[in-house]
């Protein structure tokens, strides 16, 4: 056994549980939950525990841009605008850069309650576009950074062809993304051997129908692959795919393209109706990112109808403007709030978070059970905000009324990584965090 763990308090698939034991067999799953434990010999987790978050959604290097682009650009800035601004950061780092920002990025994830992540990974060239020495070097650093900080990685490795539909020659600041099928794969073939991997075709803007169809196939006998897309997350977006193929760029991938429960399809954010309730009768799972959806000026998902269509969501972080799953879930519920002017619209929408987010990294999480991943998350039951606060509504407490500042302790793959709220190894990587930004913003 690698750890034994005892809560006062644990969200169970049954409901809330008192003095619940959890063991942990050396593989970093649950061995065994026992409620109405004495607990002897366990490790006391603080408060309430729930089971961890997945972020299925990330960018890594963006974190070094928190805060660097809120200024008005020349003339009306927008997510286009946004973005010759992360090109430039992307032309920029190195594989040490890349190395310590994600590192420091998954220790503030671990910290915030999230317990493993979904890299969208593109950076694949050096500077000029050439291949590094080594074919997965900027992959390799992402999963050194991962295993460095103890969160579970799914590496999501980005096949980036072109400008825009149609084939658009690819411009010389996304000459640090571009691949073939074939290169792409096989980085696919040597990472998946070491380490949890998926496939992402970009957007549809970036690989043609053809290019699109030849990943899937490549990667067709390989069970449990994670497939993930940005799409429709900008209205330019969606009026270019109009133009191309004739229509919304959610409905021609549905009619083109066999989507089922391995797919995530990230933003999504510009559904009509029917395409709503169609794609979540697919069993795929829309990866919303909130936090970054408002700052890029994405728009809204129709989060209320997908649900009552039946369909499974998850969360992202993204560009990391902020890292907090509880402000992600807030923002997500406020913005249903908005549109619809009613309140308390998404009913269990963390939890809902948390197994679509395990369905879309294609990990066995989600719940506190045995067989499942020991990720752990407990929450600060002595902080204020908790003060005479019943089981039922301590999840409501944590996403409307605190944030990361309520998660104390963090359990990923059964190792307590997260006490007091900080992680064990956390000022190493600040450190080199710091010194890298200090380099890149001199």
């Known amino acids: 056994m690698l750890a034994r763990y005892i809560a006062d308090l644990a969200l169970l698939p049954s409901g809330w549980a008192r003095n619940v034991r959890i063991d942990v067999d050396a593989n970093g799953s649950i061995e065994g939950v026992e409620p109405d434990s004495t607990g002897n010999g366990a490790t006391k987790l603080s408060g309430a525990v729930v089971p961890g978050m997945p972020n299925v959604h990330s960018h890594a290097f963006q974190r070094a841009l ?3 682009l809120e200024r008005p650009a020349t003339g009306r800035d927008n997510f286009w605008s946004w973005r010759e601004g992360m090109y430039d950061l992307a032309s920029r780092v190195d594989p040490d850069d890349v190395q310590s920002i994600a ?28 291949a590094y020495a080594t074919r997965t070097e900027m992959s390799d650093r992402i999963v050194a950074a991962a295993r460095s900080a103890g969160i579970e990685l799914t590496l999501l490795l980005v096949l980036y062809r072109h400008a825009g539909f149609g084939g658009e020659p ?18 696919f073939e040597t990472l998946r051997g070491h380490t949890h991997a998926g496939v992402a075709p970009h957007s549809l803007r970036a690989v043609t129908q053809h290019e699109l169809r030849d990943l899937l196939a490549a990667v067709a006998n390989h069970t449990h692959t994670p497939i993930h897309i940005h799409i429709a997350e900008q209205r330019r977006e969606v009026e270019d795919c109009v133009r191309r193929y004739g229509s919304n760029p959610i409905a021609w991938l549905l009619a083109n393209v066999p989507v089922g429960s391995a797919w995530t399809l990230v933003h999504a954010t510009h559904l009509e109706p029917n395409e709503t309730r169609t794609l979540a009768q697919t069993g795929a799972v829309a990866g919303l990112c909130p936090t970054t959806e408002a700052n890029l000026g994405d728009g809204i998902f129709p989060a209320e109808a997908f649900l009552r269509a039946g369909g499974a969501i998850a969360i992202g972080s993204d560009s990391h403007v902020t890292v907090d799953p509880a402000e992600e879930l807030r923002l997500l519920e406020y913005g249903q709030r908005l549109i619809h002017q009613g309140r308390t619209l998404l009913d269990q929408h963390y939890m809902r978070a948390v197994r679509g987010g395990a369905q879309s990294l294609a990990i066995d999480a989600g719940t506190i059970e045995k067989g499942k991943r020991a990720d752990l998350v407990g929450l600060d039951l002595e902080n204020v905000a908790f003060a005479a606060c019943p089981p039922e509504t301590i999840l409501d407490t944590w996403l409307f009324g605190g944030g990361r500042e309520l998660v104390k302790d963090v359990v990923a793959g059964g190792a307590h990584l997260v006490r007091d709220g900080r992680h064990v190894r956390g000022d190493d990587a600040r450190a080199r965090y710091t010194k890298t930004m200090r380099r890149l913003f001199a």
Not at 171 to 187: C, G, H, I, K
């Open 170 to 187: 690819a411009r010389p600041s996304q000459r640090r993304f571009v691949t073939s099928v074939d290169d792409l794969v096989a980085m």
């Open 66 to 68: 928190a805060g660097r």
């Open 103 to 130: 590192e420091y990025l998954y220790v503030q994830m671990l910290e915030a309650g999230y317990t493993s992540v979904g890299e969208f990974h593109y950076i694949h060239n050096d500077p000029s576009g050439a």
